[in-house]
């Protein structure tokens, strides 16, 4: 029997924050039960910016603990830590030379990350989406849980899974393999909340790195700052409306309602049943608390976790082991049919 299998992963660069919640752990869990589930800390991915090394450390281990916290459960899953697993490097130098300049200079993510001129950022930020093609694929996933910013970068993975399908046909079909070898994978990528925005400004996705402290919830924040920044969350004056389509050309209404249905595991239409026609005054101190009931366990927990270098040292090293176990006999296949 064929059990599809997940591969997702989280950058240590920052502070998790909600929209690494809500985009992407909460719905790791679920898939244990349907997936064969891989979740992996991607540091590779994190020092294509510069990175102080102990904060790429510390960063790491909560990111693990975040996984686990919010109830992917170690041994049902593989957690690990992607620099400790030699052939994501090894598998993305053999991308690099599958995907072509054209594709990555379409990235957006990189055009917003270099800005007007690339002088000064890395080659490997502009090589990453090939390094997460390689993350994936190394392990044949069939499926990505990721949030909505990550479509571009998904829809590259399956370009060159085609291309390298394509280009070693003969190779493949030689190793024995009936049709392709790498599966077109897809983003699951569905449910409310898919795009989490900046509470000061509901143009810009809520991010690492932004600069505005009341803007973004981290997963680390304590109960009274979560309901702070939620009760001065930038909004317009009206009240909620009771139909989804009220919430058009409401950028930071449709996101709180999006936020508020992710949290209860319900739809952005059950909570304007139920809030519709109420005020933020009524709106906002329900969200706050039920983002405090959700968020507060899981920090705790994380907390509880990181303390513990010892058990977290030992997950990781397990989940690698694991993973390796996965990845070399793909890899092995992929140096022989490349002609290594
Ligand atoms: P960040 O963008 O915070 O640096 P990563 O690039 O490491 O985070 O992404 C980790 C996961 O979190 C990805 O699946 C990404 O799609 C998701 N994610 C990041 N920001 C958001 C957001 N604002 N809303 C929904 N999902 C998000
Ligand atoms: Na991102």
């Not at 809500?22 to 590779?44: K, S």
């Not at 000064?120 to 069939?142: E, Q, R």
């Not at 046909?169 to 925005?197: S, Y």
Request: charged share 25%; hydrophobic share 40%.
């Amino acid at each position: 029997t064929f059990t599809p299998r997940v591969f997702s992963g989280i950058k240590p660069s920052g502070d998790l924050h909600l929209g690494n919640y809500l985009g992407a752990i909460r719905r790791f869990v679920p898939l244990q039960d349907t997936h064969e589930t891989i979740y992996c800390v991607v540091d590779m991915h994190a020092i294509t910016v510069w990175q102080e090394p102990e904060d790429l450390k510390r960063w790491t281990y909560e990111i693990a603990a975040a996984y686990i916290a919010a109830g992917v459960d170690p041994k049902r899953s593989i957690i690990f830590n992607q620099s400790q697993v030699m052939e994501h490097a090894e598998l993305s130098w053999i991308f690099n030379c599958v995907a072509r300049m054209g594709w990555m200079e379409r990235m957006t993510q990189f055009k917003d990350k270099s800005g007007e001129n690339s002088e000064n950022v890395s080659l490997g930020l502009f090589a990453y989406p090939s390094l997460m093609a390689a993350d994936i694929l190394l392990y044949k996933a069939t499926g990505v849980p990721v949030g909505e910013d990550q479509k571009q970068h998904l829809e590259l993975t399956r370009d060159i899974a085609k291309k390298f399908n394509h280009d070693f046909k003969k190779q493949i079909k030689a190793l024995g393999h009936k049709g392709d070898f790498f599966p077109i994978t897809e983003t699951l990528a569905t449910g409310p909340a898919m795009r989490v925005k900046s509470l000061k400004d509901g143009s810009k996705k809520m991010s690492k790195s932004d600069a505005s402290d009341l803007s973004t919830i981290y997963m680390m924040d304590d109960a009274d700052t979560i309901s702070k920044k939620i009760k001065r969350a930038t909004t317009d004056a009206d009240a909620l409306p009771s139909e989804v389509a009220g919430l058009a050309a409401r950028l930071e209404a449709e996101n709180l309602v999006g936020i508020y249905a992710a949290l209860s595991n319900t739809s952005a239409e059950d909570v304007l049943g139920q809030f519709g026609g109420q005020g933020w005054g009524v709106f906002k101190p329900a969200l706050a608390d039920l983002a405090v009931a959700r968020l507060s366990p899981i920090a705790d927990e994380m907390k509880r976790l990181v303390a513990d270098r010892g058990e977290m040292d030992s997950i990781l090293r397990d989940g690698a082991d694991r993973a390796r176990a996965i990845a070399q006999p793909i890899m092995a296949d992929i140096r022989n049919i490349v002609g290594f």
